[in-house]
């Protein structure tokens, strides 16, 4: 049992860490923030360059066989930096569902492009009504010729603007919110019958609405086995949340730094905020859920990782008894309920100036509140985490 | 990054498991899982049974009687212990003034005390508090004066647990009234025998026995039971709680209320269905449920920091805040598991100690009593308040 990062992660963390200083302070990151595309093309090429948009392939694709653990880690100090570029809706969603469930030339354009840094992609799952439930599909997917017509509604494709290529569920089969007959296709966002309503999230990234209305999609972009794919689609949204919690952790981590560091400087009634018991006492607060919350993250990265190699748990301290998606489950709503609080909580402790727009304490605050939506706000995991237990 | 039992944990896992099962006496187990406290004459037969094994000391080092454990197995004998419902050994003597003995006691001390802690024979107290010191500990005034060659002690200290049973005490008192607070303290040892000293009675809110006061007037203790350096017993106090600090958040022990409350909620009817199926009070039980699971791998991961040689700083205060809360919403989610039945409290009646009748479901017999002694759980070593005052105390530093 250890808890520590090998040399090879180290590094890692150290090269990463080192971009998010050099390229994500609060100015840089604003600035980023105001342009039209939201984020950088040099950014994503420098991650191509450093390998991270290969860091969860096979070897056998061309990637560097990273697990669970290593994008947490990358994650963690993306957090930190409140980093916009889509690592996770390109590499972990799309590239996650197109290393599980694509054909050898599937894998081989899209992955190939991925990796190195020529396209982006994202996932549409949800629907107007689905909120956050991954098997409520509605969009239909009809055979015709070959291929496919689709209609329907994806909504809030998370860095959908931005996509080349966004991967949607639809269902072929099945009533509507049945686990049973769900397919995955790769659209072309600007194909014949899609509108894609762009807009951006409170946090400042990209998110799109797709009204697809007799949209032909080939057989060839049919992705995995008709009907079959709601397994991979739940592998790849553990994955995501995974990588969002690490995320989180570090964002957390920073914001409660920050408030700290805020707090010391600060005079009011002729001595320094910090020396106000009540806001000791709340930093203390906010410092004890960053440390569960990271115990959670690390947990979970280190379950999927060895539920990836084995399915046996037997051996695995602490959850012997428990399967991943419970896991999962638990910790996006422990992260959740710590993202709200620390974030909430860091706005209150800077009183005026973290109302203002300009300070980034604020920006913290809106990632992690979105953090806690994203993949399935508390009320979601925690019925999901029942559903586990007691059917 | 590793969260994996080695073979040799699995095969120590099964050895202790299979340990509680064939050891562990019916009746003990019972008292403990229903949350009653444990008579002196079951805590000792208990203690008696894990020394035979060998098991009674896994904090001490091998050649004063401890084990020589990993951290690992002893969280996975921690945690199978809870499971099992038995008692842990009484702190006072193998916990607490064991070790402060084997790091700065004398080897006439030694001698003397380490044997009988270890068997059981001996059962100590711990004479910290007083009515004018409770967190603020080091403003204590119990007074220790050189004669000859004994201490006279005069003072008195409060919440002295288990007094009544006791037959020694550790005890601070103050020797330099001059000396800034905490440089004037002492660490002495006190037989409860010696003239002088009275042990009366604090009946708790869950109507058992205890909390003591002990009173001491003139109470002549010899040289010798001085524990260390005179005026250094703030040094050796503050050791002591360190080794308390092991498996502080209790997270074996909540992890075995959760399976009881789970137990109970399954069996309770409510209406034409069972209380675990009702939308409200599952979802406080998940609450809960999570805030422990994250508990338990801040446990695993602490314990792999100390493992590698790391230091811990802020981490034992923020496990000691979060399992204390964790382990009192476990104990009022079972209290509100009884529904009306809540409301009597006679914990007597089901032990046929009473002229009332017991009623309600059987297992009600202890839910209250171990709520209202659970209450103390955010008081006793450091209130959530001063732990959060270290936290913030250490963060700011930084």
Sequence with gaps: MDFKYSQEQTMLKDVVDRFVADNYSAEQRATLANTELGHSDSHWQTFADMGLLALPFAEALGGMEGSAVDVALVMESFGKGLVLEPYIPTVILAGGLISTLGNDQQQASLLGNIM????????????????FNPADVETSASPAGSGYILNGHK????????ANKIIVS??????????????LFILDPNAEGVTRLNTRTADGQGASDLLL??????????????GKAYPAIERALQAAISAVSAEAV????????????????????GTALSNFQSLQHRTAEMYSEVEMSRSMSEALAMRLRDSDNDNNNDSHIGDEDTLPAQTTAATKVRIGKAATFIGENSVQLHGGIGMTNEYVIGHYYKRLMMIDILFGDQDYHSRQYEQLIYG | MELKFSQEDLEFKKEVRQFFENKLPADIKDRCERGLVIPKEMQVRWQKILFDQGWMAPNWPVDEGGTGWSLTQKYIFAQEAAAACAPPPMPFGVNMIGPVLIKYGTEAQQQKHLPNILNSDTWWCQGYSEPGSGSDLASLKTKAVKDGNDYVINGQKIWTSYAQYADMMFCLVRTDP????????????????????????????????????????????PIENLVGEENSGWTYAKSLLEHERSFIARVANSKQLLVRLKQIASTQRIGDNLLINNPDFRRKLTAVEIDLMALEYSELRFLAKQMDGGQLGPEPSIMKLEGSQIQQRLKKLL???????ALPFDADARADESDYLAMGPEHAHGILDQHFYGRSATLVGGTSEVQKNVISRLLMKR
């Design chain 1, 213 to 226: 209305e007799n949209v032909q999609i080939d057989a060839d972009d049919l992705l995995g086995e008709e």
């Design chain 2, 335 to 341: 209290v509100e598991s009884l529904g009306m039945y």
């Design chain 1, 250 to 269: 570090g964002a957390m981590e920073a914001t409660n730094e920050i408030t700290r560091e805020y707090l010391k400087i600060r005079q009011q009634f």
């Design chain 1, 170 to 183: 639809a269902r072929t089969s099945g009533t509507p919110r049945s686990k049973e007959g769900i397919s």
């Design chain 2, 178 to 221: 001059d000396a800034k607070k905490q440089e004037g303290i002492s660490f002495l040892l006190i037989d409860m025998n010696t003239p002088g000293i009275e042990v009366k009675p604090i009946i708790g809110l869950d109507l058992n026995h205890t909390l003591n006061e002990v009173f001491f007037t003139d109470v002549r203790v």
């Design chain 1, 116 to 131: 190195a840094g020529k396209m982006k992609a994202a996932f549409g799952y949800c629907e107007p009504q689905s909120r």
């Design chain 1, 155 to 162: 909504s809030i494709v998370w860095h959908g603007p931005s």
